[in-house]
C-alpha cells in the first residue's frame, strides 16, 4: 500500500492543527507535514461522527426518559379510582 508523502519535502510524517482562517466563523484542522508545514488536507474542527454519536445516546437517554414518564401518566387513572 502506498504510503501518504508529502508533496513539497516527501517526508512521511502528518500531523493535525488547529486554525481559524481569517473571513471564517469556524476553526478548521489542517493536516500538514510534521517538517515543512505543507498542508494536505483540511477538516472540520468538530467531528461529524462523534457528534452524531453523543446526539444518539442522548435521545436515547430521551426516550427512555419519555416511556417511564408515559407509564407514571398512564397508571395515574388506577391510582385515582383506587384513592377514591
Ligand atoms: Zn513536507
Redesign the pocket.
Known amino acids: 500500500m502506498a504510503r501518504p508523502t508529502?508533496p513539497?519535502?516527501q517526508?512521511t510524517r502528518f500531523e493535525a492543527v488547529n486554525f481559524e482562517p481569517s473571513g471564517s466563523k469556524f476553526k478548521l484542522v489542517s493536516v500538514q507535514?510534521a517538517?515543512?508545514?505543507?498542508v494536505v488536507g483540511v477538516m472540520d474542527f468538530t467531528n461529524i461522527g462523534v457528534e452524531l454519536g453523543t446526539l444518539r445516546k442522548q435521545m436515547k437517554q430521551l426516550s427512555e426518559e419519555v416511556g417511564r414518564v408515559e407509564g407514571y401518566v398512564l397508571g395515574l387513572p388506577a391510582a385515582i379510582q383506587r384513592r377514591s
Open positions: 508529502c513539497a519535502c517526508s507535514c517538517s515543512c508545514g505543507a
